[in-house]
């Protein structure tokens, strides 16, 4: 295929793949970062208290989180991404403990199992329909311990979550120890 034909098919391609376009669909996707807490907007008393120990002020004022200046853009920067760690590596923690609650996943999977349940209970249903029904309830079990089990589906997103959060505050620190280590030979070079 020539690169015309290949650029041709990536281009119908993007357009089937857009997301949601509904009012609805969008602000499902838009709760999807807020389903466990991992990867949300950071708590703003804890990206406060960061602010307070990267700062080494014990006071923080509003001016602090919204700086004027590149310093105070790289301390906020640095405040939010240990915050995101710290938010990460709990979020991580608790379900390895087994302490998480049951993500919108498994919550479904449990309800769809409940409804099957109810309907065989309730109708009985035919030799071929029971076995249809148990069927589907193995189905639904083994995509639970998919998702929920250490290893699984979850556990991996999470683990991928702290990375990300890592090598986030890795990239902040870096940056704000630049600016840092910068405005400190600035100030030497004027005494």
């Known amino acids: 295929m020539s690169a015309d034909g290949i650029t041709d098919r990536n281009r119908a391609n993007a357009k089937k793949s857009t997301g949601p376009t509904t009012s609805e669909g969008k602000a499902i996707v838009a709760a999807n970062a807020r389903r ?11 990206v ?70 109810e309907e065989l209970a309730e109708t009985g249903g035919t030799k071929k329909e029971v076995r249809s029904g148990l069927s589907l309830l193995r189905r639904l079990v083994r995509l639970e311990a998919e998702d929920t089990a250490p290893g699984g589906k979850r556990h991996r997103r999470l683990k991928r979550y702290v990375r990300e959060a890592r090598a986030g505050r890795r990239h902040a620190f870096e940056a704000w120890a630049a600016g840092h280590a910068t405005h400190a030979a600035a100030a030497s070079a004027l005494t």
């Open 36 to 46: 466990h807490g991992a990867t949300g907007r950071p708590d703003p008393g804890s």
């Open 48 to 117: 406060a208290a960061w602010l307070s120990v990267i700062l080494d002020r014990p006071e923080i004022t509003p001016a602090d989180l919204t700086p004027g200046d590149e310093a105070g853009y790289r301390a906020l920067a640095l405040a939010e991404a240990e915050a995101r760690l710290v938010a990460a590596d709990a979020a991580l923690r608790a379900f390895e403990a087994g302490d998480a609650d049951p993500d919108e996943t498994t919550q479904d999977l449990r309800e769809m199992a409940g409804l099957i349940m």
